[in-house]
């Protein structure tokens, strides 16, 4: 019997590596000895899981094999801690780790957010045939950078685990399923996973992967450092947020690979957490004002997040490499979700379907 949370045609099992027990979903009936060609994988961002995907792998030709992977502390895969020193490499080692098991020695990688980070890493360090960054996070890191990606401060002052909000962990490990709070994660994915109007019969289901995320020690939202610069903390060394801090996340070497995979780049202009003003940064909250005492912006400017992302892909066009970048008005952080029919057209493109 499938649970809840599955759609029909998609299964659901924990593979276990030599990394850890990795939960991922498949659809009935794909071919497990399908060409790297005819393979996707496909991987989440932070705070959810491989279900956001489902809709998308049942969208997707049935002569391709769809693999939906969850990062540890998420979805069925276990919850070890996260090494953030090492950048997202954790979670980048532990997909090649589960696919190695699969039988998959390459393939189309798609990466959504922090997931867009992760197959980045991935194809710094193992052979990738396409990428596709859905609403990725920056090639230098979430938080604490100018737009060449210079650090603003030695210790990423206001950057990973301090940054969450409390009440919103909280609310996760209670398993918060109502709409009541602006911390509730259902109330969050409403205002900053989507945009305005955005509607689903499977909201239920969303929520569910959200609430997958665990807030274990070393897992969300991680630890962190107190600084003397402001807004009083600093990067720590473990948990989903300090992976993404500049001092330990770089990805911007993709552009010196003698190999380079074409890239599609795939945002909404309505995203709230990816972004040039991003919600979600310290520093562009201070701006605003919501958080008192920001030094201004010599100091600490907002991130310039998809400028950044797009300086670093129009330098890997000019070393060589196919990127295509589409921008859909109106559309928040999960372009899947909101323009499914575009979105999978998109990537058939990318991936050379019907090739």
């Given at each position: 019997?499938?649970?809840?949370?599955?759609?029909?045609?998609?299964?659901?099992?924990?593979?276990d590596?030599?990394?850890?027990?990795?939960?991922?979903?498949?659809?009935?009936?794909?071919?497990?000895?399908?060409?790297?060609?005819?393979?996707?994988?496909?991987?989440?961002?932070?705070?959810s899981?491989?279900?956001?995907?489902?809709?998308?792998?049942?969208?997707l030709?049935r002569?391709?094999?769809v693999?939906?992977?969850?990062?540890?502390?998420?979805?069925?895969?276990?919850?070890?801690?996260?090494?953030?020193?090492?950048?997202?490499?954790?979670?980048s080692?532990?997909?090649?780790?589960?696919?190695?098991?699969?039988?998959?020695?390459?393939?189309?990688?798609?990466?959504?957010?922090?997931?867009?980070g992760?197959?980045?890493?991935?194809?710094?360090?193992?052979?990738?045939?396409?990428?596709?960054?859905?609403?990725?996070?920056?090639?230098?890191?979430?938080?604490?950078?100018?737009?060449?990606?210079?650090?603003?401060?030695?210790?990423?002052?206001?950057?990973?685990?301090?940054?969450?909000?409390?009440?919103?962990?909280?609310?996760?490990?209670?398993?918060?399923?109502?709409?009541?709070?602006?911390t509730?994660?259902?109330?969050?994915?409403?205002?900053?996973?989507?945009?305005?109007?955005y509607?689903s019969?499977?909201?239920d289901?969303?929520?569910?992967?959200?609430?997958?995320?665990?807030?274990?020690?070393?897992?969300?939202?991680?630890?962190?450092?107190?600084?003397?610069?402001?807004?009083?903390?600093?990067?720590?060394?473990?948990?989903?947020?300090?992976?993404?801090?500049?001092?330990y996340?770089?990805?911007?070497?993709?552009?010196?690979?003698?190999?380079?995979?074409?890239?599609?780049?795939?945002?909404?202009?309505?995203?709230?957490?990816?972004?040039?003003?991003?919600?979600?940064?310290?520093?562009?909250?201070?701006?605003?004002?919501?958080?008192?005492?920001?030094?201004?912006?010599?100091?600490?400017?907002?991130?310039?997040?998809?400028?950044?992302?797009?300086?670093?892909?129009?330098?890997?066009?000019?070393?060589?490499?196919?990127?295509r970048?589409?921008?859909?008005?109106?559309?928040?952080?999960?372009?899947?979700?909101?323009?499914?029919?575009?979105?999978?057209?998109?990537l058939?493109?990318?991936?050379?379907?019907?090739?």
């Open positions: 019997m499938l649970q809840p949370e599955l759609f029909d045609g998609i299964t659901q099992r924990v593979v590596t030599p990394r850890l027990r990795t939960g991922l979903l498949e659809r009935f009936g794909d071919d497990a000895a399908a060409a790297p060609e005819k393979t996707v994988v496909l991987v989440h961002g932070n705070v899981s491989s279900l956001f995907w489902q809709q998308l792998m049942l969208d030709p002569d391709l094999r693999i939906a992977i969850d990062l540890r502390g998420f979805g069925a895969s276990e919850r070890k801690p996260v090494d953030a020193t090492r950048g997202v490499r954790d979670f080692d532990d997909v090649h780790s589960a696919l190695e098991m699969l039988g998959v020695s390459t393939a189309h990688l798609v990466g959504w957010s922090m997931g867009g992760v197959v980045l890493q991935y194809a710094l360090d193992y052979p990738t045939l396409s990428l596709t960054l859905q609403a990725p996070v920056s090639p230098y890191g979430f938080g604490g950078t100018r737009r060449d990606g210079s650090r603003l401060t030695d210790d990423d002052a206001g950057c990973g685990g301090g940054g969450a909000n409390p009440d919103f962990v909280e609310r996760l490990r209670m398993g918060d399923t109502t709409a009541d709070e602006q509730s994660p259902r109330t969050v994915f409403r205002s900053t996973y989507v945009a305005a109007g509607e019969e499977h909201e289901v969303w929520v569910a992967s959200m609430l997958t995320t665990s807030t274990e020690p070393g897992n969300y939202p991680g630890n962190s450092s107190a600084s003397d610069n402001w807004p009083g903390f600093a990067a720590g060394t473990d948990g989903f947020l300090n992976t993404m801090v500049p001092k996340f770089n990805v911007s070497a993709v552009v010196e690979l003698d190999q380079k995979p074409p890239v599609l780049w795939v945002h909404g202009d309505a995203d709230a957490i990816v972004s040039d003003a991003s919600f979600f940064d310290i520093n562009h909250l201070g701006a605003l004002g919501v958080i008192p005492g920001w030094p201004g912006a010599e100091v600490a400017p907002a991130q310039e997040m998809v400028s950044q992302t797009r300086d670093v892909l129009d330098a890997y066009s000019a070393a060589g490499g196919e990127v970048e589409i921008v859909f008005e109106g559309v928040g952080h999960s372009p899947h979700l909101e323009r499914p029919t575009e979105f999978v057209a998109a058939l493109q990318r991936i050379g379907y019907p090739s």
